[in-house]
């Protein structure tokens, strides 16, 4: 079953607008990640959040981590047309943390 | 450096047919292998994990299964193939618990 449920299904931006995308989550957690997939290809790691830290950055990225709530959010700023994409959150979820769960997904459109 | 191979790109099969995926990974020893399906504009669907040989989870009840003949390879099979094993199929390694996963580039199944 889904662990995560991403938040926007879709969304369509102009290039140099920020994106945000949110997650959230059902069970305890080690650490929550996203990752990239452009169309028909596999899934790129983009960042690693532990269930510990509260925000974390990369070049354009920034990602928060809010446990009370069992929520995430992705960042993109200053967008461009190459962000284009689908984003996910995964969680390891319960069960030893062995598993690594995805969400559904956000699909982002950005157009120049 | 590490590397995930997976094939056939793609493959088209008639229901009732059986089906071998492979995936391989170089570069790591004693890998986390997981297979993960996913239906189109879909999310991800955990089918498989694998923390070594002969250590396999399975997630979901069907008529697909997984073996590790090998520390770094990773087999998806069917002895019959069902229209609703058309999906896009993804293999994933990450070399401990709490990392990144590695995706390979996904063989896209057909089932006619």
């Known amino acids: 079953s889904q662990q995560g449920e991403e938040d926007p299904q879709a969304l369509s931006i102009q290039e140099g607008e920020n994106a945000t995308m949110n997650c959230s989550y059902k069970?305890?957690?080690?650490?929550l990640q996203w990752y990239r997939q452009n169309s028909g290809r596999g899934l790129v790691h983009l960042i690693l959040?532990?269930?510990?830290?509260r925000e974390k950055h990369s070049g354009r990225l920034r990602v928060t981590l809010d446990t009370s709530k069992k929520s995430s959010s992705l960042l993109i700023t200053a967008s461009r047309a190459a962000d284009t994409a689908s984003y996910f959150c995964?969680?390891?979820?319960?069960?030893?943390?062995?598993?690594?769960?995805f969400g559904t997904g956000t699909r982002l459109l950005v157009s120049p | 450096s590490q590397t995930i191979h997976q094939w056939p790109a793609t493959l088209v099969q008639p229901v009732g047919s059986p089906l071998s995926l492979e995936c391989t990974v170089e570069?790591?020893?004693?890998?986390?292998l997981y297979w993960y399906r996913q239906a189109a504009g879909r999310g991800l669907q955990l089918l498989f994990y694998?923390?070594?040989?002969?250590?396999i989870s399975s997630e979901v009840p069907q008529n697909l299964s997984a073996s590790r003949p090998q520390d770094r390879q990773f087999i998806l099979s069917s002895k019959k193939l069902l229209l609703s094993d058309s999906g896009f199929y993804l293999c994933?390694?990450?070399?401990?618990?709490?990392?990144?996963?590695?995706f390979g580039n996904g063989t896209r199944l057909t089932v006619t």
């Open positions: 994933a390694w990450r070399d401990r618990r709490d990392s990144p996963l590695h």
């Open positions: 069970t305890s957690i080690n650490n």
């Open positions: 959040i532990r269930s510990n830290e």
């Open positions: 995964a969680t390891d979820g319960d069960t030893g943390f062995q598993k690594l769960v």
């Open positions: 570069g790591t020893s004693n890998p986390n």
């Open positions: 694998s923390i070594g040989i002969d250590q």
